[in-house]
């Protein structure tokens, strides 16, 4: 299915038309936009027209609450096993398989002696600066992070032969 949307145009407010340097200024820039928009596709919204559908690693039942827990429980889901979930806000030093939900600045300092493979997940809860810390260990090349932007998360996972924490 293919929706056609057209262009926004915003029509030249008339005390800009009385000069024709103006004029023509405004009437170039809104051919121009106008010409960018259907070189890049125009209305044609290819995203809604293609039979791309994402696919789940859990399957789903009738009861919502069933699916809720084959998301955290499932081995399929690549997760490498049930998460520990927990919210915080204060100092907290992450375990293996935790999603965190930070709050109100807190630090999060990832495990001293993980095991290969292991992750860790972080949700920012409010907007506040998380503060991330390696603890020995680097995190992306840095022995620090901040996670600064409310309700996204990091997954951090554990490379021993780099002995290094890479985020996904």
Not at 124 to 153: F, M, Q, V
Request: aromatic share 12%; proline share 5%; glycine share 8%.
């Amino acid at each position: 299915m293919v929706t056609q949307v057209d262009p926004f145009i915003i029509p030249i407010p008339p005390s800009l038309l009385g000069s024709p340097d103006t004029r023509h200024y405004f009437e170039y820039l809104n051919r121009f936009l106008h010409d960018l928009w259907l070189r890049t596709g125009g209305g044609d919204d290819s995203v809604a027209s293609s039979d791309v559908e994402e696919t789940y690693p859990w399957s789903f039942t009738a009861e919502p609450e069933n699916n809720v827990q084959n998301l955290f429980n499932s081995q399929d889901a690549g997760m490498g096993g049930a998460l520990n979930c927990i919210t915080v806000s204060t100092a907290y030093t992450a375990a293996a398989n935790d999603f965190i939900n930070a709050k109100n600045g807190a630090t999060i300092t990832l495990p001293q002696y993980p095991n290969d493979s292991e992750f860790i997940i972080v949700r920012n809860g409010d907007g506040t600066a998380i503060k991330l810390n390696g603890n020995g260990k680097s995190l992306n090349g840095s022995a620090t992070g901040t996670l600064s932007r409310r309700e996204t998360c990091i997954r951090f996972n554990y490379f021993l032969d780099s002995d290094e924490w890479f985020s996904i």
